[in-house]
């Protein structure tokens, strides 16, 4: 904006007829002025183009040169410093010129004036319904920062059809600009860069069509919102006073705006449509907008589970649960959900986009991404506050993540619990996030109901249109407090003594439906008493209300099942692969085309795998991986992998993609293994954890047939998404009956790397452990490794696993499998028993048990130092604990002290899980050890010192002390 902002300041006085004439001849031949002017001209052709351009891209700058008439006589250009010369007194035929130069001037002046309401407009919008926010006059929307006087309100001005109109007065000019982005919308997009878009967008907003884009059945229809929306939240005020709910009240235009973004975007071609949201006015869009029973949600107010009495699971309070339903809009039936979720504000928004995600890709939509949507509702200070809304918004566009936009609706109170804006946000909105990624960006007064509804009506077209993510900021109040119980008036007075006078959004509208003569106030009245009516019949049937069924095993999750905690933990499910089919698989992860230019390490690398699957001897992690993916693709499932370089692997061991070294070209050996074949997908995902997470997860709540995978770049850093960990993995099922079967990779292990580079924080994944609800483990082979991913597709239940996966066994020589590990007759050992020739079990003294990497610096120990007389024992899944598989494993040993060995510090890793469960199976078999005694680090503060030094003394002393060395 700089020309435009230098020219703005110039355009007053004696220069503005000497500018107006210069500029003319630049428009004319450009080489004709100063430099330092052409610079001038050009700045303002680049920067305000979008001024001079109508509607329908036709250029406005030539059309100029006609209006000066006959080219006027040169001029000489003053010198550096040298003042412009006084005009010469006009002669009779120059006044045509100095008519022509006025004419100029006053176009670029009031081309200049309607794009500063472009930019800016929306700063004098009437945004408040309680008007305590009155916006300032802004210098840069006053005719008078342009050069412009009182007088020239009402001379034609030629505009060349920038606001539809060919020649317009200044008074015409401001009325339309002022009622198109200074009314009740106000309109942030010339931050956008793509033109399309902004072009898009002016053309809708300007001449201000929500002012009468209604007829009285579109006005009747957001009525009945209105009234449903206020009528339930008034309804249960009444009936359940006392009782927590997170009412709508003062912002129930969320409700009609809601509805004319799901039929705008059915209308569009939208199948599904998912919606998450925070816990305020989440009763008011079950019902009204899902379409949840009222009765059902009136029972729920009474105690009663939304359960049903054979399902088990601990439930949630109402205003964190989700429902689903199939609704009829215009002929065509659409599957809405809202998505359970906790009040861990914000957290939900990744979990929806994922959750798109796998419903477009198992529709084949994988081009355009528009016949599912996601559309997430948020209050305004958890959308300026919680980082997870930016990690959302940032993939909004990214190759393994977008989903052709996602319609966020900001229900704003203008206040967070008790936290003014001012507290709250350093932007001027709370949205001023969303233009990072170039989000168009609408602020509407709540109070406008048929403003809101053309607004939302917007939102789901440019979606549609563009693929893209819109923001819809609906201005409105809180009419309590946090919730029903709460008193604001203790700090905000103010606001609270003004919401008290202010009569409800419904009235206001059904008074101003009166006074146009659309609807009559008796008609009003009655769609309220009928509804009201409703609400008392369903009131009465909740009484006998009960839950009968449960949606959450139907259609895509038909023949999985529900596993109970009393059932066996150590089933043996069926994830051994023939040997012709492993040796396919193995030949395709080798097989380069030969035209591909592949790094010529990696060439080595892939002969390597060659000739371990040749040979059946030496199969390392990585190939035992690559295995299982191989296989589930063969047998139909497809898989998706993403996180930080996954691609090649953090630890660069895994290069699922190969990058031709010439031209930059992929090659992925995994989807060419057999024609026809499911797809495997790996997503190097932008640099985030609770994001991410978030996604996938969603992805799997989606589709239970797809494997898929979330891997951190080290373990530790998961931790940065323990939100997710803690409200949605570890106990959704339990909560909401939400089934997932995502893996996590947590690269795990002490190798002297520093306390954020060892420890993936095993003992808190285990502390969440309960009920079933997931898999945890450690494991030592790329067998098991293989057959644990397997299990998560062959299983008839879902449950997510989390492993602690390796870093230095990823090439260590003795972590490696045979082939006939993976075959029939092999399957998953949730304990290894000792494999190594030593003293027979009744002679052996001590018996170490222990889980992942240090197994192999205890066995590397043990044989440097000839030690018979310790077993070494490995427990490789630690949650669901196998208690059966490991007493029979100890059993023999009957002369032993039992030793539980870790590298984790004792505060931390499997220790105090497992010491208690561990004693537990001593006192039910018959052998000498009654308790397990620790080896292992100290306890300490951080998980690792990052000393080489002192690391490698810490591990050699525990490596001896679990052998009884030291």
Same mark, same amino acid.
């Given at each position: 904006?700089?020309?435009?902002?230098?020219? /703005?300041?110039?355009?007053?006085?004696?220069?503005?007829?000497?500018?107006?004439?210069?500029?003319?001849?630049?428009?004319?031949?450009?080489?004709?002025?100063?430099?330092?002017?052409? @610079?001038?001209?050009?700045?303002?052709?680049?920067?305000?183009?979008?001024?001079?351009?109508?509607? %329908?891209?036709?250029?406005?700058?030539?059309?100029?040169?006609?209006?000066?008439?006959?080219?006027?006589?040169?001029?000489?250009?003053?010198?550096?410093?040298?003042?412009?010369?006084?005009? /010469?007194?006009? /002669?009779?035929?120059?006044?045509?010129?100095?008519?022509?130069?006025?004419?100029?001037? #006053?176009?670029?002046? *009031?081309?200049?004036?309607?794009?500063?309401?472009?930019?800016?407009?929306?700063?004098?919008?009437?945004?408040?319904?309680?008007?305590?926010?009155?916006?300032?006059?802004?210098?840069?929307?006053?005719?008078?920062?342009?050069?412009? %006087?009182?007088?020239?309100?009402?001379?034609?001005?030629?505009?060349?059809?920038?606001?539809?109109?060919?020649?317009?007065?200044?008074?015409?000019?401001?009325?339309?600009?002022?009622?198109?982005?200074?009314?009740?919308?106000?309109?942030?997009?010339? +931050?956008?860069?793509?033109?399309?878009?902004?072009?898009?967008?002016?053309?809708?907003?300007?001449?201000?069509?929500?002012?009468?884009?209604?007829?009285?059945?579109?006005?009747?229809?957001?009525?009945?919102?209105?009234?449903?929306?206020?009528?339930?939240?008034?309804?249960?005020?009444?009936?359940? *006073? !006392?009782?927590?709910?997170?009412?709508?009240?003062?912002?129930?235009?969320?409700?009609?705006?809601?509805?004319?973004? =799901?039929?705008?975007?059915?209308?569009?071609?939208?199948?599904? =449509?998912?919606?998450?949201?925070? +816990?305020?006015?989440?009763?008011?869009?079950?019902?009204?907008?899902?379409?949840?029973?009222?009765?059902?949600?009136?029972?729920?107010?009474?105690?009663?589970?939304?359960?049903?009495?054979?399902?088990?699971?601990?439930?949630?309070?109402?205003?964190?649960?989700?429902?689903?339903?199939?609704?009829?809009?215009?002929?065509?039936?659409?599957?809405?959900?809202?998505?359970?979720?906790?009040?861990?504000?914000?957290?939900?928004?990744?979990?929806?986009?994922?959750?798109?995600?796998?419903?477009?890709?198992?529709?084949?939509?994988?081009?355009?991404?528009?016949?599912?949507?996601?559309?997430?509702?948020?209050?305004?200070?958890?959308?300026?506050?919680?980082?997870?809304?930016? @990690?959302?918004?940032?993939?909004?566009?990214?190759?393994?993540?977008?989903?052709?936009?996602?319609?966020?609706?900001?229900?704003?109170?203008?206040?967070?619990?008790?936290?003014?804006?001012?507290?709250?946000?350093?932007?001027?909105?709370? !949205? #001023?996030?969303?233009?990072?990624?170039?989000?168009?960006?609408?602020?509407?007064?709540?109070?406008?109901?048929?403003?809101?509804?053309?607004?939302?009506?917007?939102?789901? @077209?440019?979606?549609?249109?563009?693929?893209?993510?819109?923001?819809?900021?609906?201005?409105?109040?809180?009419? +309590?407090?946090?919730?029903?119980?709460?008193?604001?008036?203790?700090?905000?007075?103010?606001?609270?003594?003004?919401?008290?006078?202010?009569?409800?959004?419904?009235?206001?509208?059904?008074?101003?439906?009166?006074? @146009?003569?659309?609807?009559?106030?008796?008609?009003?009245?009655?769609?309220?008493?009928?509804?009201?009516?409703?609400?008392?019949?369903?009131?009465?049937?909740?009484?006998?209300?009960?839950?009968?069924?449960?949606?959450?095993?139907?259609?895509?999750?038909?023949?999985?099942?529900?596993?109970?905690?009393?059932?066996?933990?150590?089933?043996?499910?069926?994830?051994?692969?023939?040997?012709?089919?492993?040796?396919?698989?193995?030949?395709?992860?080798?097989?380069?085309?030969? #035209?591909?230019?592949?790094?010529?390490?990696?060439?080595?690398?892939?002969?390597?795998?060659?000739?371990?699957?040749?040979?059946?001897?030496?199969?390392?992690?990585?190939?035992?991986?690559?295995?299982?993916?191989?296989?589930?693709?063969?047998?139909? +499932?497809?898989?998706?992998?993403?996180?930080?370089?996954?691609?090649?692997?953090?630890?660069?061991?895994?290069?699922?993609?190969?990058?031709?070294?010439?031209?930059?070209?992929?090659?992925?050996?995994?989807?060419?293994?057999?024609?026809?074949?499911?797809?495997?997908?790996?997503?190097?995902?932008?640099?985030?954890?609770?994001?991410?997470?978030?996604?996938?997860?969603?992805?799997?709540?989606?589709?239970?047939?797809?494997?898929?995978?979330?891997?951190?770049?080290?373990?530790?850093?998961?931790?940065?998404?323990?939100? =997710?960990?803690?409200?949605?993995? *570890?106990?959704?099922?339990?909560?909401?009956?939400?089934?997932?079967?995502?893996?996590?990779?947590?690269?795990?292990?002490?190798?002297?790397?520093?306390?954020?580079?060892?420890?993936?924080?095993?003992?808190?994944?285990?502390?969440?452990?309960?009920?079933?609800?997931?898999?945890?483990?450690?494991?030592?082979?790329?067998?098991?490794?293989?057959?644990?991913?397997?299990?998560?597709?062959?299983?008839?239940?879902?449950?997510?696993?989390?492993?602690? !996966?390796?870093?230095?066994?990823?090439?260590?020589?003795?972590?490696?499998?045979?082939?006939?590990?993976?075959?029939?007759?092999?399957?998953?050992?949730?304990?290894i028993p000792e494999t190594d020739a030593i003293a027979a079990p009744e002679a052996v003294k001590r018996v170490v048990l222990c889980t992942g990497k240090v197994y192999y610096d205890l066995l590397q120990e043990r044989r440097d130092k000839g030690v018979k007389d310790v077993a070494i024992i490995r427990l490789e899944q630690l949650y669901p604990f196998p208690k059966t598989s490991l007493a029979k494993t100890l059993a023999p040993y009957v002369n032993a002290e039992v030793i539980w060995c870790q590298e984790e510090p004792e505060n931390m890793g499997a220790w105090t899980f497992l010491d208690r469960k561990v004693e537990g199976v001593l006192r039910e078999i018959d052998i000498k050890a009654k308790r397990p005694a620790y080896a292992g680090r100290i306890e300490a503060a951080s998980p690792a010192t990052g000393l080489a030094k002192v690391h490698q003394?810490?591990?050699?002393?525990?490596?001896?002390? /679990?052998?009884?060395?030291?």
């Amino acid at each position: 904006m700089a020309g435009v902002d230098i020219l /703005a300041s110039a355009m007053s006085g004696a220069n503005a007829a000497y500018l107006a004439d210069l500029y003319a001849r630049w428009a004319e031949k450009p080489d004709s002025v100063d430099p330092s002017f052409a @610079e001038l001209f050009g700045a303002l052709n680049d920067e305000a183009r979008s001024v001079l351009t109508d509607a %329908t891209g036709a250029s406005w700058a030539p059309r100029l040169r006609g209006a000066f008439g006959p080219d006027p006589e040169p001029l000489p250009a003053p010198k550096k410093g040298e003042k412009p010369a006084p005009a /010469a007194p006009a /002669a009779a035929p120059q006044m045509d010129k100095a008519a022509a130069q006025r004419a100029v001037l #006053d176009s670029i002046r *009031a081309l200049m004036l309607i794009r500063s309401y472009r930019v800016r407009g929306h700063l004098e919008a009437k945004l408040d319904p309680l008007a305590l926010q009155v916006p300032k006059p802004h210098p840069e929307l006053t005719p008078a920062t342009y050069g412009f %006087t009182e007088a020239d309100m009402d001379r034609p001005i030629f505009l060349d059809f920038v606001l539809g109109k060919e020649y317009a007065t200044l008074r015409e000019i401001l009325a339309i600009c002022r009622a198109s982005y200074c009314g009740s919308i106000g309109v942030e997009f010339m +931050h956008i860069q793509d033109p399309e878009q902004k072009s898009w967008i002016q053309r809708r907003i300007e001449g201000a069509p929500w002012l009468k884009a209604f007829d009285p059945a579109a006005k009747k229809e957001i009525l009945q919102d209105l009234i449903e929306a206020e009528g339930f939240e008034a309804f249960c005020a009444k009936k359940y *006073a !006392t009782t927590k709910r997170f009412g709508l009240e003062g912002g129930e235009s969320t409700i009609p705006a809601m509805q004319a973004i =799901i039929e705008t975007a059915a209308a569009g071609g939208v199948n599904e =449509i998912a919606i998450g949201m925070a +816990h305020r006015g989440r009763l008011n869009v079950l019902v009204n907008v899902v379409k949840k029973p009222y009765s059902a949600v009136f029972s729920e107010f009474r105690g009663v589970s939304a359960h049903p009495e054979d399902v088990q699971g601990s439930g949630d309070v109402k205003y964190h649960l989700g429902t689903s339903t199939d609704i009829e809009i215009g002929g065509r039936m659409v599957h809405l959900s809202l998505q359970p979720n906790p009040s861990h504000l914000e957290a939900v928004d990744p979990v929806v986009i994922g959750k798109v995600r796998a419903r477009q890709d198992m529709a084949g939509d994988t081009k355009a991404r528009r016949s599912v949507m996601g559309i997430t509702l948020h209050g305004d200070a958890a959308f300026a506050g919680q980082g997870v809304v930016y @990690e959302t918004l940032a993939m909004s566009q990214l190759i393994g993540y977008r989903t052709g936009g996602t319609i966020h609706v900001v229900t704003n109170n203008q206040i967070g619990f008790t936290t003014v804006a001012a507290h709250a946000y350093s932007g001027l909105y709370c !949205t #001023d996030v969303a233009k990072s990624i170039q989000v168009p960006i609408l602020h509407v007064n709540g109070d406008d109901p048929e403003a809101v509804v053309f607004c939302a009506r917007m939102a789901a @077209e440019f979606r549609m249109q563009f693929g893209a993510d819109f923001v819809l900021d609906i201005v409105c109040y809180r009419r +309590h407090g946090h919730n029903e119980t709460d008193e604001p008036a203790f700090t905000q007075p103010l606001m609270y003594n003004r919401i008290k006078e202010m009569r409800t959004t419904r009235t206001l509208y059904a008074e101003k439906l009166a006074t @146009e003569g659309s609807i009559p106030a008796a008609e009003s009245k009655a769609m309220l008493d009928a509804f009201n009516a409703t609400l008392e019949d369903a009131f009465q049937a909740a009484q006998s209300f009960k839950p009968n069924k449960a949606d959450w095993l139907e259609g895509h999750w038909s023949g999985l099942k529900a596993v109970t905690v009393g059932e066996e933990v150590e089933r043996l499910h069926e994830t051994a692969v023939g040997l012709d089919t492993l040796r396919e698989v193995g030949a395709a992860l080798a097989r380069v085309p030969a #035209d591909f230019g592949a790094n010529p390490k990696i060439m080595r690398q892939l002969e390597a795998k060659k000739q371990a699957i040749e040979t059946g001897e030496g199969i390392d992690w990585a190939t035992g991986e690559a295995l299982a993916f191989g296989t589930l693709l063969l047998e139909g +499932h497809r898989v998706r992998l993403s996180g930080e370089d996954v691609q090649r692997g953090t630890f660069s061991h895994r290069h699922a993609y190969l990058v031709d070294q010439k031209n930059q070209a992929e090659y992925v050996p995994l989807n060419n293994i057999r024609a026809g074949q499911p797809k495997f997908e790996a997503f190097n995902s932008l640099l985030s954890e609770f994001g991410v997470l978030g996604f996938e997860y969603g992805y799997t709540l989606a589709d239970p047939r797809t494997l898929v995978l979330w891997e951190a770049q080290f373990g530790d850093f998961a931790n940065g998404a323990q939100v =997710i960990i803690d409200q949605f993995i *570890a106990s959704a099922e339990t909560k909401w009956l939400r089934m997932s079967g995502l893996v996590m990779l947590l690269p795990h292990g002490y190798e002297g790397q520093g306390p954020e580079h060892s420890s993936a924080r095993l003992e808190r994944y285990l502390q969440l452990c309960a009920e079933r609800n997931m898999r945890v483990g450690n494991l030592t082979t790329p067998a098991n490794y293989f057959h644990a991913i397997r299990r998560q597709m062959k299983a008839n239940y879902r449950k997510p696993l989390v492993l602690m !996966t390796p870093k230095s066994l990823l090439r260590h020589k003795l972590a490696v499998s045979t082939l006939a590990d993976f075959a029939p007759g092999s399957s998953f050992q949730y304990v290894i028993p000792e494999t190594d020739a030593i003293a027979a079990p009744e002679a052996v003294k001590r018996v170490v048990l222990c889980t992942g990497k240090v197994y192999y610096d205890l066995l590397q120990e043990r044989r440097d130092k000839g030690v018979k007389d310790v077993a070494i024992i490995r427990l490789e899944q630690l949650y669901p604990f196998p208690k059966t598989s490991l007493a029979k494993t100890l059993a023999p040993y009957v002369n032993a002290e039992v030793i539980w060995c870790q590298e984790e510090p004792e505060n931390m890793g499997a220790w105090t899980f497992l010491d208690r469960k561990v004693e537990g199976v001593l006192r039910e078999i018959d052998i000498k050890a009654k308790r397990p005694a620790y080896a292992g680090r100290i306890e300490a503060a951080s998980p690792a010192t990052g000393l080489a030094k002192v690391h490698q003394q810490q591990q050699e002393a525990l490596v001896r002390d /679990a052998l009884g060395l030291s």
